[in-house]
């Protein structure tokens, strides 16, 4: 049985750990022909070995002149996937012009760059998917102490609602994933920023989800599988909503 991606090429950003990483491996199962870009060179040779169907590249998506490189060598793909992002912890009055910053340029910028250098060869085409990792931290949802990552994931939804209608009748579709707290690497990092008791602080994300415990890598993929594939053609413009009940 051939896969729900069979004969479709995805490009990822931020595919070396976690919902990156995670989506590339499902892609790559569902018979897709998967770019995985990072700036870990490592774990992009880790992640290279464990799947067939996947060749890396190292891309800091912050590099517009990279980005433009990585677009021109790649042509048209079918799938899209924005994945890069940077969760900063604190209120508005912890939050530096460099924070600031720093997060709207990695969670934001990061993906007008993308879109905007393969965008002109996937309406060329005549098709294709744009997924864009949002949060429900964001337009959805507040939070205390995310002001600047939910700012910049709100601006994640704007962006792909406005990419939507602009090409929806180009035959390219954008949606925007939004996912509750996930048990990534990431989220791990941030557990042990915090300091003091690890279990407490990991309790204390999971009291967050209503369901009573944090979301995998593998259930957030899952969606953007539907969201790459030919099942999801009706489907542009939209934020799905993968939370836990965390919005609630």
């Known amino acids: 049985m051939t896969g729900r991606l069979q004969g479709k090429t995805a490009f990822i950003t931020a595919a070396g750990q ?10 790559a199962s ?10 870990n060179g490592q774990a992009l040779a880790a992640l290279e070995r464990e799947a067939r169907g996947i060749s890396t590249m190292r ?6 002149a990279a980005v433009s490189a990585a677009a021109a060598a790649h042509g048209a793909p079918d799938i899209l996937f924005n994945c890069a992002g940077f ?26 760059r993308t879109i905007r250098a393969f965008l002109p060869a996937m309406m060329a085409a005549g098709r294709g998917s744009i997924i864009n990792m949002a949060s429900v931290v964001s337009s959805l949802k507040g939070v205390p102490s995310r002001v600047a990552y939910g ?25 925007a994933i939004a996912p509750g707290t996930v048990d990534t690497p990431s989220l791990g990092e941030r ?8 279990a407490h602080n990991r309790s204390a994300f999971i009291a967050r989800q209503p369901v009573g415990r944090l979301g995998t890598a593998e259930e957030i993929a899952a969606m953007a599988v539907y969201l790459a594939s030919d099942e999801a053609a009706f489907v542009t413009g939209q934020a799905f909503i993968i939370d836990g009940g965390m919005a609630l």
């Open 191 to 198: 557990i042990r920023a915090l300091g003091g008791d690890e």
């Open 18 to 27: 976690g919902i990156g990483r995670a989506t590339a491996l499902a892609f």
């Open 151 to 175: 700012a910049t994931k709100a601006a994640v939804i704007g962006l792909t609602k406005a990419v939507a209608a602009d090409t929806v009748a180009k035959g390219v579709r954008c949606n």
């Open 87 to 112: 969760v900063h912890q604190g209120t508005i009055l912890d939050c530096s012009e460099d924070n600031w910053d720093l997060s709207f340029d990695l969670n934001v910028k990061s993906m007008y």
């Open 30 to 39: 569902e018979g897709a022909r998967v770019v995985a870009s990072d700036i």
């Open 59 to 64: 891309l800091d998506v912050r590099d517009s």
